[in-house]
């Protein structure tokens, strides 16, 4: 049973570019979350796709955009690309309704903007 | 405010030791409670839930949370060098809903 994968793992971009990163989640869930992760922070919330929508977004521009597919999978696409969008993306999945104790991560996506 | 705060650390302990580590939130309205394990360079792993108040305990790992005090803790007993990591304290508020962070805690565990 396939965890929840990410691609790329590492990625690098200039300032002002668009870039995509995907998730395809846990087998059997269908909920999907987007978290972004500066070096030395924890994770911040950017958005969470249920059902092709996003259901709930975080405090983060609408250069953040993303795309829930019929299969689950999730796209995570971020525009005109800042220094400060340099992190680790993290993709979770889980179930319906899920209280967090089924949230997996994947491996994430080391994105650098220079 | 911030939501969900940790003390950064870094926290030393020798090995076979306890290590403590705390973290506060904010809204009593909180449902879930999580501490995560980050190893550096690699996502978070749940290592702990706790949802009632009292102690929950796993293994080397007790996690403690007082609803009352809006604090949650997470104790490791025989500590190993290979609970080095950071670790991540995180709620969640209602059902289906988001992961709040903590800036997490970095540990080591000094043989």
């Known amino acids: 049973d396939a965890g929840v994968t990410q691609s790329p793992t590492h990625l690098i971009k200039t300032r002002g570019q668009q870039v995509t990163l995907r998730c395809s989640p846990k087998?059997?869930?269908?909920?999907v979350s987007w978290y972004q992760q500066a070096l030395g922070q924890g994770p911040q919330f950017i958005f969470q796709y249920y059902e092709e929508e996003e259901r709930q977004r975080g405090n983060f521009p609408d250069r953040f955009s993303g795309h829930q597919f019929p299969n689950y999978s999730s796209e995570l696409n971020v525009n005109a690309l800042l220094l400060g969008d340099s992190a680790l993306y993290l993709c979770a999945s889980s179930g319906t309704g899920a209280w967090g104790n089924t949230i997996y991560f994947g491996e994430g996506s080391w994105l650098t903007v220079v | 405010q911030k939501e969900v705060e940790q003390n950064s650390g870094p926290l030393s302990v020798p090995e076979g030791a306890i290590a403590s580590l705390n973290c506060t939130y904010s809204d009593r309205g909180s449902q879930s409670f999580f501490w995560y394990r980050q190893y550096s360079g690699k996502s978070p792993e749940l290592i702990m839930s706790?949802?009632?108040?009292g102690d929950k305990e796993d293994g080397r790992f007790t996690a403690q949370l007082n609803k009352a005090s809006q604090y949650v803790s997470l104790l490791i007993r025989d500590s190993q060098p290979s609970d080095s990591a950071t670790y991540l304290c995180a709620v969640i508020y209602n059902q289906g809903g988001k992961l709040i962070f903590g800036q997490g805690t970095e540990l080591s565990v000094k043989p």
């Open positions: 087998s059997g869930h269908d909920t």
């Open positions: 706790i949802y009632s108040n």
